[in-house]
């Protein structure tokens, strides 16, 4: 084969060896088409995401990267030598001088504080582009330029005359001077945000006006676009930092350097940065798919020509060259399947990933979709680097094979039972046994030692990437010791399925045990995609739901009225005769004290509020079942009916020894008091209650109203909360409140289905796009269980003519193969759905038993029956139209063809 | 008294097409094979024996003419009651690759009684009977690929035999075989086919092994050019 040729022959061989075998080279291709498409996909729409927060953070606080201004107020100097001093350092691209002074109008009998700035009549135009709407650009000779939103305002016009009063620093007095309005302009998006409403005049009027000549205060810096680079923000700041720098040392360190640009890029780097790593770990997932599907591929193809591979060893290939050949394989269909990757994961990005961003935040708003090179190229080479990490092994142990291993099949299996015997020597150590212990040991190293150090030490970018990592380790785990049990559960399973079809469970499990690397990988890959896709689906539904009790937990009612102004309580009475509404109870502002035994021997922060106390119960989403040794409305009572009476959290009680009936005191700044603990609570809905006595600090407590008054001696409204009636929308009950109370106090009106509906819908939109990222995963591994089948009805076909020639019906025959597809279907899928509900019931326990608030275990029925499908139908449809392909021939043709195989 | 005919074919032709081209593998071949027969079909390569031997193992339909077994037209007969026939009155033995590899001895014997539906008892009584007969009672829970080549033959005869069928069809049964092993293996068919009283229609290039058969027939052609009793 490659005896003394270069490369074009292995080329050319590959590429007749992959074509042989199509179907399966097809599949390979396809797997990694999905895993580099993926990566593209979000990467892009990542370099894209951190495109669009640039602009729009640029649209906030305009176009120029660095300001650079006197320190304090009224400093000025020369702009040509500072320019020069400045366009003197590598990275600078211009430099705009302006001078911005506070003057005074008159307009009218109105005198108004006008920000004005004077630019250079040379720079307008360019470095000042100003979209005109009336009269002209023109600003020589004492005219200006003023915005719309000015215009409008000051209520003046094109032409028209108005006094404008400035210091004159030459004077050392102000100077009444008038200014010509030469054009309306929109409001200009070169300066930040806070300095747009400016007039803006020739820099020598201005200079003229001030006595400032030759003068400024501020010089606009934009540096070079090479130094921004969307996909390095770490990188582009710590560069705009080194400019900065060089400028403040050629200027000296009486200006300030201020880098706009640089703190832009940095808040920016911190959400994108996290945004990228959590979504690179599910393309992790996908690639780590492909990489598997390449090796099983890689595997069938090595077992099939092994014969070949003898003959090419015995004419005098070395095993260099046999290693090559084979890698040459692997490397055509990575390089083949990056390139179609490369257009598929571009129309992923725009139609599919970006959309589904703003389920994490609503700025996550993707208007502009741009393609980074670098993402495409580093895209290229995974997809390069999976195949030949995948293709190592099949290479590497072809090429191990002697001559007479690869033809000999009796050699081959001496050798086998040699290595058997040899692994059961006593003195022979359990190599097994030792990878599983060291394993065992830097994974509970990894946990429990550096992620500590990582969370200190790292951003959270890096804690989040590790935390998944951790996770994604422990589920991997659980998938390999499924994997290493499958000759068991496989043999149970088929006993139990051969109750009904015998022969046909029985050859399906023997196959499958058969050739058990194959199906112990192709197991793997299904049960762990299905694992991830599945616990993140369960995660993400667990935290949607738990997002509607938080909006509950935290709101505390159907709706709160937030007062922006004092209010008096009697507004309760006003908002209850709203429609719609069933009861309102004020709660007032809380007031931080010291609480404790009568001693003060234990004492913790306590935040006391006072509510009404008859009407609280009826509004709150707290429950009876939260309340120690009685009701809800029992505790209110108490509450209601003593004076002096308090209701405190579980958590606070504990630590302080204390119980319903005990006295606890609490030092304010009112004064010392005494109050008795009507109820204990561990949790109530708006307030911070909780039933853990390590959280003791810092909890509220509730008092009535006239307790309350007693301490404070005076009653400020924090807010209302309110209940709505059975069959009401509260929505439509919280804008009659708006227009009613609100059209005579400034309030804000909330609800909580509202705000419990945008959660969800977020957590909805955030869910959609986990599942598409998991799901390209879960269809790589379905692609490698198409694979197996298709390799295992191939090689079969010859025993497929033999079951038909011994009386074995068409039906029957195809039900061997798909038996076989079942079998690997529905234990994988089994697998990954226990391993996900153990990590998940572990997440929740944990959460449960340190949070007030528990995470339910939601079961997400839709996601389950979707990857159930994926799954199932995809291998029964392909291993049953493949056999029934193949079984549709006459027995002598499948024979003959058998024979050819 | 008359022999029983167990096959029978009349005016037997097989045309296979390959693109334009018409190859004629048998050419109105009459023939018949009577019960407890043993029958070598022997000729050249290309000669039409394997075709012959197909069409009457119901693996392949002929193009035209007729075939009887026990005196019903399996021509006319449907998929499913071809299979139905496979099952019931022929049994196969290859050349090579004839056991299913994943399954034992035993299980590859027991395979034909599970299809037919056989009580688990009976099926056992059965299986342990062919294999004593075949000599490999201690050989069987080992897979095929534990087991020589004779052992795998006998296998197969054993497992072409446990539904009592009325014929056996053997094609090049010692092709893969030493000579002694050959012989060993065609002498323990004809003496287990007489035993269960089944017909043995078996094809071979071995002039030594057809020798053991009752009635050489000879193949040239797709015709039967003639016949000759060894014995």
Redesign the interface.
């Known amino acids: 084969m490659c005896v003394g040729v270069g490369l074009y022959t292995p080329f050319k061989l590959a590429f007749r060896n992959l074509w042989r075998r199509k179907s399966r080279t097809f599949i390979a291709f396809v797997g990694v088409v999905l895993a580099v498409s993926l990566f593209i996909a979000v990467n892009t729409t990542i370099d894209s995401l951190t495109v669009n927060l640039v602009e729009g953070y640029t649209a906030y606080l305009g176009k120029y990267d660095i300001i650079i201004t006197g320190k304090g107020t009224s400093t000025f100097f020369d702009p040509v030598n500072m320019s020069e001093k400045v366009l003197s350092v590598e990275g600078v691209e211009e430099v705009v001088p302006a001078l911005i002074l506070r003057g005074i109008t008159y307009i009218g009998d109105k005198k108004r504080g006008l920000l004005l700035i004077g630019v250079n009549t040379s720079d307008v135009g360019d470095n000042w582009s100003f979209e005109v709407i009336e009269g002209s650009i023109d600003i020589s000779t004492n005219r200006c330029l003023v915005p719309d939103v000015i215009a409008t305002n000051f209520d003046i016009y094109v032409g028209e005359n108005f006094t404008l009063g400035m210091y004159n620093f030459e004077a050392k007095h102000y100077v009444n001077s008038s200014l010509t309005i030469g054009g309306i302009i929109k409001t200009p998006s070169e300066l930040p945000v806070n300095m747009r409403r400016v007039v803006f005049v020739s820099l020598e009027t201005l200079q003229g006006l001030s006595g400032l000549n030759n003068t400024v205060d501020v010089l606009f810096v934009k540096l070079s676009e090479e130094i921004i680079n969307y996909s390095d923000l770490e990188g582009s700041v710590s560069k705009i930092v080194e400019i900065g720098s060089s400028i403040q040392e050629k200027i000296g360190l009486e200006y300030t350097v201020f880098l706009v640009k640089a703190y832009v890029l940095e808040s920016v780097s911190g959400v994108v940065s996290t945004q990228r790593v959590m979504l690179n770990i599910f393309v992790l997932i996908a690639v780590l798919m492909a990489c598997i599907l390449i090796v099983s591929t890689m595997l069938m193809n090595v077992a099939e020509r092994i014969r070949e591979i003898g003959i090419l060893r015995s004419v005098g290939s070395s095993k260099a060259q046999i290693f090559t050949s084979i890698l040459i394989e692997a490397i055509i269909i990575g390089l083949i399947g990056s390139t179609a990757g490369l257009g598929l994961g571009l129309l992923l990005g725009k139609y599919v990933i970006s959309p589904s961003l703003v389920g994490f935040r609503k700025q996550f708003q993707v208007s502009i979709f741009v393609v980074s090179p670098q993402s495409l190229n580093l895209g290229l080479l995974l997809g390069v680097l999976t195949s030949i990490i995948g293709g190592f092994y099949p290479a590497y142990s072809a090429s191990k094979m002697t001559p007479l291993e690869a033809l000999s ?1 009796a050699v081959r ?1 001496m050798i086998i039972t040699e290595k058997k015997e040899r692994k059961l020597r006593s003195e022979r150590v359990n190599v097994g046994l030792v990878i599983g212990g060291i394993g065992l040991f830097a994974a509970t190293s990894f946990m429990m030692f550096l992620l500590p150090i990582i969370g200190f030490y790292g951003n959270q970018a890096i804690f989040i990437m590790v935390t998944f990592i951790s996770l994604g380790l422990i589920l991997v785990g659980l998938t390999l010791t499924f994997t290493a049990i499958l000759p068991l559960t496989a043999k149970f399973f088929s006993k139990i399925v051969g109750k009904l079809w ?2 046909e469970a ?2 399906a499990e ?2 499958i ?2 050739h058990k690397r194959r199906s112990s990988l192709t197991f793997f890959m299904l049960s762990t995609s299905i694992a991830f896709i599945i616990l993140v689906g369960t995660i993400t539904s667990m935290y949607a739901v738990s997002s509607q009790i938080n909006v509950q937990n935290y709101l505390g009612a159907d709706i709160v009225v937030y007062p922006r102004e004092y209010v008096p309580v009697s507004i309760a009475e006003n908002i209850s005769l709203v429609e719609g509404v069933e009861a309102v109870c004020p709660v007032t502002t809380g007031i931080t004290v010291k609480a404790g035994d009568l001693v003060l021997y234990k004492q913790y922060a306590l935040k006391i509020f006072g509510v009404n106390a008859s009407t609280f119960p009826n509004v709150t989403y707290a429950r009876d079942i939260d309340f120690e040794r009685g009701t809800l409305h029992e505790a209110f009572k108490k509450l209601a009916e003593e004076n002096d009476t308090i209701i405190i959290s579980k958590g606070l009680a504990e630590s302080l020894n204390m119980d319903v009936g005990d006295k606890i005191r609490i030092e304010t700044v009112y004064g010392t008091f005494v109050l008795k603990i009507a109820a204990i609570a561990s949790s109530i809905p708006g307030f911070s209650f909780t039933k853990f006595k390590q959280r003791a600090a810092a909890t509220d407590g509730l008092v009535s109203l006239e307790t309350y008054c007693n301490i404070t001696k005076m009653l400020v409204v924090d807010r209302f909360l309110i209940k709505v009636k059975e069959g009401f929308d509260p929505i439509k009950v919280a804008n009659t409140i708006s227009n009613e109370i609100g059209g005579e106090y400034d309030i804000q009106v909330t609800t909580t289905k509202e705000l419990a509906e945008n959660a969800v819908e977020s957590y909805e939109d955030i869910s959609k796009l986990f599942t598409i990222l998991l799901s390209f995963a879960v269809v790589i591994a379905v692609l490698g269980h198409a694979t197996s089948l298709v390799t295992s009805i191939q090689e079969r076909t ?2 497929t003519g ?9 039906k ?1 025959t195809v039900l061997v193969y798909v038996m076989e597809a079942f079998i690997i279907a529905f234990l994988s899928y089994i697998s990954g759905v226990v391993s996900s509900l153990i990590i998940a019931f572990e997440l929740i326990q944990s959460n449960n038993l340190t949070s007030d608030l528990t995470l339910p275990l939601t079961v997400p029925y839709t996601l389950y029956l979707y990857v159930f499908s994926l799954v199932f139908f995809t291998a029964l449809i392909i291993s049953a139209y493949l056999s029934y392909k193949t079984t549709k021939l ?4 499948i ?1 003959r063809k ?1 024979s050819r195989l | 008294m008359g022999r029983e005919v167990v096959v029978e074919t009349v005016d037997l032709c097989k045309v296979y097409r390959m693109g334009l081209t018409e190859i004629h593998a048998l050419k109105n071949v009459n023939l018949k094979v009577y019960r407890r027969e043993m029958v070598a079909v022997v000729g050249p390569s290309g000669s039409g024996k394997t075709t012959l031997l197909n069409l009457i193992g119901t693996l392949d339909k002929p193009t035209s003419g007729k075939i009887y077994i026990d005196g019903e037209d399996i021509t006319i007969k449907s998929e499913k009651e071809l299979t139905l026939l496979r099952r019931k009155k022929i049994g196969f033995v290859f050349q090579f690759y004839n056991l299913i590899p994943v399954l034992t001895a035993y299980e590859n014997v027991e395979l034909p009684l599970l299809i037919s539906g056989v009580p688990k008892k009976e099926r056992e009584k059965r299986v342990r009977k062919l294999l004593e007969m075949v000599g490999l009672e201690d050989r069987m829970n080992h897979r095929p690929d534990e087991l020589s080549g004779g052992e795998q033959q006998r296998v197969a005869i054993a497992r072409a035999l446990v539904n009592n069928p009325s014929i056996i069809l053997a094609d090049e049964p010692t092709g893969d075989l030493d000579t002694e092993t050959g012989l060993m293996v065609v002498q323990l068919m004809r003496k287990l086919a007489k035993e269960e009283d089944s017909t043995v229609i078996m094809v071979t290039h071995d002039p030594q092994i057809s020798e053991i058969a009752d009635r050489i027939i000879y193949l040239r052609d797709g015709k039967i050019i003639g016949e000759h009793k060894p014995r």
């Open positions: 099949p299996r015998k022969i029985t050859l023997r196959n045990m058969k010859w025993e033999v079951l038909r020639s011994i009386g074995l019906d068409r029957q006459s027995i002598v043709e024979l058998g």
